[in-house]
Nanobody
Framework: QVQLAESGGGVVQAGGSLRLSCAGS????????MTWFRQAPGKGREFVAA????????YYADSVQGRFAISRDNARNTVYLQMNSLKPENTAVYYC?????????WGQGTQVTVSS
């Protein structure tokens, strides 16, 4: 059974930083494309950042480019999202997702609240 567990969310002031973690189990983590999404109150889920498995190329939404960084530690089956210069509009539930062998798996999410 595949499980993804996010952690690291919390409340931070605007301009601050947080690092989210997503630990995976039940899948060959090093072969999975990993993505962070977020969902703000009253809005749909949106793409934030991703890293693929074979080249570790990273991709970012324009709104977070230069402020957020995605990385992965395959030995720990964990993907990270370092978030710097946070803004109130970054307030959302952040989810990690894994794509492996044509299937998508989702974590339960972690709340990030940025106060102004």
């Amino acid at each position: 059974q595949v499980q993804l567990a996010e952690s690291g969310g919390g409340v931070v002031q605007a301009g601050g930083s947080l690092r989210l973690s997503c630990a995976g189990s039940g899948l060959t983590f090093r072969n999975a494309d990993m993505t962070w999404f977020r969902q703000a109150p009253g809005k749909g889920r949106e793409f934030v950042a991703a890293t693929n498995w074979y080249s570790e190329t990273t991709y970012y939404a324009d709104s977070v480019q230069g402020r957020f960084a995605i990385s992965r530690d395959n030995a720990r089956n964990t993907v990270y999202l370092q978030m710097n210069s946070l803004k109130p509009e970054n307030t959302a539930v952040y989810y990690c997702a894994a794509e492996s062998a044509g299937r998508y798996y989702w974590g339960q999410g972690t709340q990030v609240t940025v106060s102004s």
